[in-house]
């Protein structure tokens, strides 16, 4: 059993729970080389989805609480830019992952996926100055709608930054401590 | 095949008919079923059942699959919808569809609808403000429109009435300019709020910046809990249907109340054709329905009808009766149906920073969303090269402050750590009045329409130079206000939003003394045609500066008064 496999299973029903069963499950698990969401508009291969995975990882790793990966950040960018986002920005977005993944190479000399985290987070932190139009749109892309579905998901919400449903008060001279 | 026939006909007949279950048409149901008439209730959309038919009500925003955004598909589907503030992935269920439901714009035009049962009272901003005396008297004293053929006077009791029901969050602020009403304790202003409302007492004779009035119960009494409603739990969530019933909508409040007395028929999915017209009685007989499912053509029948469709339906449907006796629609021997519609400017906006009073911030929600700075302009003489005045909202809040710059643990930490508070962001928007003009008005497509054969309204409404006279004095006055409380960083904005985006749209079916200037009478009866009132925005004369859904719901309740008054003495 290839563990990679059961890691996204793992996730996926992880993925279900989160999304409320919003998003829709592909006939098999697995259709070898494709993403593991269905989505109208953007083209996938499975090795952009894992890439995308690691990038997510990068912005919002995991530490002593998830990052990332482990809540699917990976996917909540790719659902999002697949129904949110304008033909144009969705354009931008495949062009700008091929061009990442080039320009990550031309850059440092190998692949983002055989980086190691310290030199993904420098690759990463340079982007904004050094990289081209292409490579920095799919970053900022990818970057606001990470840090979108972190602060919107489910763990975030319940375990770190409680969002109340329900308040039942309005204090308009809240004193400051 | 002839008792069936009778049979139907007497099932199909009622004693009121109420066209449209929004705020106004269900004051109208709930009047008329508890003083014991079998009412009809029609509704153009599906039904939607307090709570039940709620279903985002209690969502997290983590369990909305697009986090509250709509896609890119709908709105390119749905541009009109889209445009409206409150429609949202949760929300949009409640809003008609641009494609569903096609109108034509003569000039842009943004018909922001809700086809539901409880219409538009679902979705409403809750804001609650009675007209003045100076607001009743403005046409006539200004000379535009027609003279209103009622004053405060005859309202008053009704808002106070109704105020008493669907329960008016406010506080009791002795001003002239906004009388005060049967009030629920009012919900606070905040630090900021506060600061400026003694700020402008302090610099400015005759302004006034007071807490919000809202249709929420901030203090239920037993005739709310009789409702099934309770406190306003501030969740803000408003929009999505409230389980608490926290705020006033037709499905919490009158309409359940109405099906209690055993007298409502409540028919979903009944698109209004026309009101049937009866010549030898002179008097309206019924109306004609498509049924929006089975596609079927029916008629109900009943001695009084009253026309609650939301403004601009209702002048399509009575545009839409014709007969040989009024062939440009009922009522309308001086062609003035569809004419004089008017709207509230909201175009305009002004921000600014407060660094002052840094020791507190907000808690919680405010269901009031802040201060209310009544009409100061032109009230008790004319002051201004325009007529007329604006009123505006005021709000003060704080925002936690995100470094999003950092990527990794940095920005992980950034993002969890109780942050730094901005300082304070005030806000303000104008609600201002606007003056009905004749080309200002809305008339039937004679070839188009919509896909249950109703022809396609046509409407040609825009702002007009007056329109921005009254912004301009906004952006001054506003700007002097903040100067004057020491904020900084003033910006005035247009939000270039289309007329219609207010949601305010009113008349084209005006109220006014004389037969040969408007259609209604004093009563919101046609006056040509007593058994047909009108009484939801379409009544409308002029606009003044208020939401105006608390006056839409007095007039109803008054309006019902009469009818069944007049039906007892045999006058109908």
Redesign the interface.
């Known amino acids: 059993m290839n563990v990679n496999v059961i890691n996204r299973r793992t996730a996926l029903r992880r993925l279900l729970y ?3 069963g ?2 829709l499950l592909p006939a098999c698990y697995r259709q070898s080389g494709k993403a593991t969401i269905e989505m109208t508009n953007l083209e996938i291969e499975e090795e952009q989805e894992n890439l995308l995975a690691e990038l997510v990882e ?4 995991s ?1 002593d609480t998830p ?1 990332g990966k482990e809540l699917l950040l990976h996917l909540f960018v790719l ?2 830019v697949d ?5 144009e920005d969705q354009k931008a977005f495949m062009e700008g992952i091929v061009a990442f993944s080039a320009y990550a190479h031309e850059a440092t000399g190998q692949d983002f996926m055989e980086m190691d985290a310290d030199k993904r ?1 420098a690759f ?2 340079a982007i904004p100055e050094v990289a081209d139009e292409q490579v920095k749109r799919f970053y900022a892309i990818t ?1 606001r709608r990470t ?8 763990y ?2 319940t375990d ?2 409680k ?1 109340e ?12 401590t | 095949m002839a008792n069936l026939n009778i049979d139907s006909v007497k099932t199909r007949t009622f004693d009121a008919i109420v066209i449209g279950s929004g705020a106004s048409g269900g004051w109208a149901a709930k009047e008329f079923t508890e003083k014991g008439l079998k009412t009809l209730l029609l509704e153009r959309g599906r039904d939607v059942v307090h709570v039940k038919d709620y279903p985002t009500t209690n969502l997290y925003p983590y369990e909305l699959e697009h986090r509250g955004e709509m896609t890119y598909a709908d709105k390119q589907a749905n541009p009109i919808a889209n445009r409206c503030y409150a429609y949202k992935e949760d929300t949009q269920h409640f809003f008609a569809k641009d494609e569903e439901h096609p109108y034509v714009q003569e000039k842009d035009f943004d018909w922001i609808r809700g086809y539901q049962v409880g219409g538009k009272s679902l979705l409403w901003a809750r804001q609650t403000q009675r007209w003045s005396e100076y607001d009743f008297e403005g046409p006539a004293r200004d000379g535009f429109a027609v003279d209103w053929p009622i004053r405060y006077k005859d309202i008053d009791p009704w808002y106070s009435y109704v105020e008493r029901f669907v329960g008016i969050a406010g506080n009791k602020d002795g001003l002239y300019t906004l009388p005060d009403g049967d009030f629920l304790p009012g919900y606070p202003l905040n630090a900021v709020e506060d600061y400026f409302r003694q700020s402008v007492n302090k610099n400015f004779k005759n302004r006034h910046v007071i807490s919000a009035r809202c249709a929420h119960l901030s203090e239920p009494q037993p005739i709310h809990i009789e409702q099934g409603r309770v406190k306003c739990q501030h969740r803000i969530l408003c929009q999505r249907g409230c389980p608490f019933g926290g705020y006033f909508s037709s499905n919490a409040s009158t309409i359940p109340w109405a099906q209690k007395t055993g007298n409502l028929t409540l028919r979903p999915h009944a698109v209004v054709y026309s009101i049937l017209y009866d010549q030898e009685s002179g008097k309206a007989k019924g109306v004609r329905v498509i049924d929006t499912e089975s596609l079927e053509e029916m008629e109900f029948f009943a001695d009084v009808i009253f026309v609650n469709a939301s403004a601009l339906n209702t002048n399509l449907i009575l545009l839409n009766s014709k007969s040989d006796r009024f062939p440009e629609g009922l009522g309308n021997d001086n062609g003035l149906l569809g004419k004089y519609v008017a709207f509230h400017n909201y175009t305009a906006r002004i921000s600014a920073e407060y660094d002052g009073l840094l020791e507190y911030r907000t808690d919680g929600r405010n269901p009031a969303g802040g201060g209310y700075i009544p009409n100061f302009r032109n009230v008790d003489r004319q002051e201004t090269d325009f007529l007329r005045g604006w009123a505006a909202a005021f709000g003060a809040g704080r925002s936690q402050i995100r470094d999003t710059n950092g990527i990794g643990d940095t920005l992980k930490s950034a993002l969890l750590e109780d942050s730094k508070w901005s300082n304070w962001r005030v806000h303000s928007h104008m609600m201002a009045e606007t003056i009905p003009k004749e080309e200002n008005r809305v008339w039937l497509d004679t070839d188009k329409t919509d896909k249950w054969g109703v022809p396609l309204l046509h409407i040609a409404v825009d702002y007009a130079e007056d329109d921005w006279q009254r912004r301009q004095d906004y952006y001054e006055q506003m700007t002097a206000m903040y100067e004057a409380a020491g904020f900084t960083n003033i910006r005035t904005s247009n939000d270039g939003r289309r007329p219609g985006n207010d949601i305010h749209e009113m008349g084209g079916v005006r109220m006014g003394h004389d037969p040969k200037t408007s259609l209604l009478n004093k009563w919101n009866q046609l006056h040509l045609c007593k058994n047909v009132y009108v009484t939801d925005g379409a009544c409308m004369t002029s606009t003044a500066t208020q939401n105006p859904t608390l006056t839409y719901m007095a007039l109803t309740a008054r309006a019902v008064d009469h009818a069944v008054k007049s039906l007892k003495n045999g006058d109908l």
Not at chain 1, 83 to 87: A, F, L, S, Y
Not at chain 1, 166 to 174: I, L
């Open positions: 989160i999304a409320g919003a998003l990068t912005i919002i790793p530490s990052g659902k999002m129904d949110c986002h304008n033909p987070l990463l932190e970057k840090i979108q579905g972190y602060m919107n998901s489910k975030v919400m770190l930054k969002y449903l329900v308040p039942g008060r309005y204090n308009g001279y809240f004193k400051m």
